[in-house]
């Protein structure tokens, strides 16, 4: 009845989109899913969301994923059902909490900055996008009209974050009014935490990123992280710049991001280990590979020449090990030397840099000319995350978790459950599916899937641009009845075919 009531608030206050629209799924397959969960906890926290009305929600907001390999397909919907339960109601909206307990660190409302970025790219899947508006302009204005005072408490790739909602949503209207706060907002680091020489440095801890080989909490240090977020928001302020006709200011962002595109490459960069590194206040690397050197690939920041950093991706003594990406180097003396269970960054595996890594590789996969890494290696280290998200035989998502034998280190406390701090439905979407968003009128498709592996697999009901896309894999056409092969389709119309997995374009 609640949710009822709020779905009707919502139409005549004209923020839903139009209904959901499955072209071929139905959502009553998925229902399942959705009672399992409920019952797999005593509900002591409720939100905005409660479990009870969780199926109706997820009714009205989410895409639809069907595949053969079950884990994969419960992980999609247990992924959607948590981070409903991260949606809270206050006075000035909606907010996304990253913990349910209150932490005392928090901002208000028990917001954390740490993890917008993946709130905003998990969440632009959703059809409503008043959550998210209204969860944005919390954090930018509701301060007396200026941003939250912890906004800047963490590094962050907000900005880029917001260029991409608007790659999937169309939303133009909604950038340009947010354009003023995110200038102000990179202006503020720029005044923060910019050296002399060009480059940004952060403490680690404020880098989401505790007890780190490289660093320390009060070293300040030239991180490979925070500056990739930097040169990813320039960029994406650049994009937004231009949508607002302000083309002259536009091109001050993107050779702002020029400059730091430069500075890592020639500053962080370990000739000798091929790798990006920490520069150390001392202006020597820190000579050890952490996950945070693949980052530069989530905001397409290398050159081509420096692709052969991930050759260490799936070395099993460097990165790949059997319960997921380490976020330190295998090999290394210091690797796990922090003792345990303090939050540490020296190797163990964290679904945040999990997904920061997979969103890179995609990157990577989708630009042309590099022999280091295949298409199979995404799925392989998808399947080993989507793996790990099990405790105790049901689904589960945490802080992070033994690298050797997936057991999730703070598992049994109460701050760990739920943990949203990671993104998981857009790496099944953008990456292993392959739908990648862009302006314009095309819709480009780009499957991760290796040859051989599924026999079928269907995407639907996603809003993107204002339309309802289906994306279907069928080998034999035996399981849709749609034909043979790839195709996409657009409110129901055929938008582009290929007889085999590859990528494939088509006009909305």
């Given at each position: 009845m609640k949710m009822k009531l709020l779905l009707i608030l919502l139409l005549f206050s004209g923020v839903v989109a139009a209904q959901s629209k499955p072209m071929l799924l139905k959502f009553a397959d998925y229902k399942h899913y959705v009672s399992y969960f409920n019952t797999m906890e005593e509900e002591n926290i409720k939100q905005a969301i409660p479990n009870d009305s969780a199926w109706a929600w997820m009714q009205e907001n989410i895409p639809l994923f069907d595949c053969p390999q079950q884990n994969f397909e419960e992980l999609f919907y247990y992924r959607w059902w948590t981070l409903r339960k991260h949606l809270k109601k206050t006075e000035k909206g909606y907010v996304f909490t990253e913990f349910l307990i209150q932490r005392s660190y928090a901002d208000k409302y028990n917001l954390i900055a740490s993890a917008l970025g993946h709130h905003i790219y998990e969440s632009r899947w959703l059809h409503h996008a008043v959550y998210m508006n209204d969860n944005l302009r919390v954090?930018?204005?509701a301060n007396n009209g200026g941003p939250l005072k912890k906004l800047r408490f963490y590094s962050s790739w907000n900005i880029d974050a917001i260029y991409n909602r608007y790659l999937v949503n169309n939303d133009v209207a909604f950038v340009k009014d947010m354009l003023p706060d995110l200038l102000q907002d990179y202006n503020a680091w720029e005044q923060d935490r910019r050296l002399s020489s060009g480059l940004f440095w952060q403490y680690d801890v404020r880098d989401a990123m505790e007890e780190t080989i490289s660093g320390g909490r009060k070293e300040k240090n030239a991180r490979p992280s925070v500056n990739s977020y930097m040169y990813g928001n320039a960029r994406a302020l650049a994009a937004m710049l231009d949508l607002g006709g302000m083309p002259e200011?536009?091109?001050?962002?993107?050779?702002k991001a020029d400059t730091i595109k430069q500075l890592v490459q020639d500053r962080l960069w370990n000739k000798t280990q091929q790798f990006f590194e920490v520069l150390k206040e001392a202006d020597s690397l820190s000579n050890v590979k952490e996950e945070i050197g693949f980052?530069?690939?989530?905001f397409h920041l290398p050159d081509t020449a420096y692709n052969i950093a991930w050759s260490s991706l799936t070395d099993t003594r460097t990165f790949c090990a059997p319960f997921g990406i380490t976020t330190a180097d295998r090999s290394h003396p210091a690797f796990r030397s922090h003792g345990c269970c303090k939050c540490e960054w020296d190797g163990a595996v964290w679904p945040f840099a999990t997904s920061q890594t997979l969103t890179a590789l995609a990157n990577l996969l989708n630009s042309s000319g590099q022999p280091y890494i295949a298409d199979s290696n995404y799925f392989q280290l998808l399947q080993t995350y989507v793996?790990?998200?099990?405790?105790?035989?049901r689904p589960y998502i945490g802080e992070y978790l033994d690298e050797k034998t997936g057991y999730w280190l703070k598992g049994d406390e109460e701050r760990s459950r739920y943990y949203n701090h990671s993104t998981f439905n857009d790496l099944i979407i953008t990456g292993l599916v392959g739908l990648r968003p862009?302006?314009?009128n095309e819709v480009t498709v780009h499957p991760l899937l290796p040859a051989g592996t599924w026999d079928w697999f269907c995407l639907d009901n996603v809003l993107y641009h204002g339309?309802?896309?289906t994306i279907i894999w069928?080998?034999?056409g035996n399981k849709y009845k749609k034909g043979k092969g790839l195709s996409v389709w657009a409110n129901g119309k055929k938008i582009a075919a290929a007889p085999v997995l590859q990528?494939?374009?088509g006009k909305l």
């Open positions: 954090w930018y204005r200011k536009a091109a001050l962002y993107n050779a980052i530069p690939w989530y793996e790990s998200q099990y405790y105790r035989g862009a302006a314009g339309k309802y896309l069928d080998k034999s990528p494939i374009t």
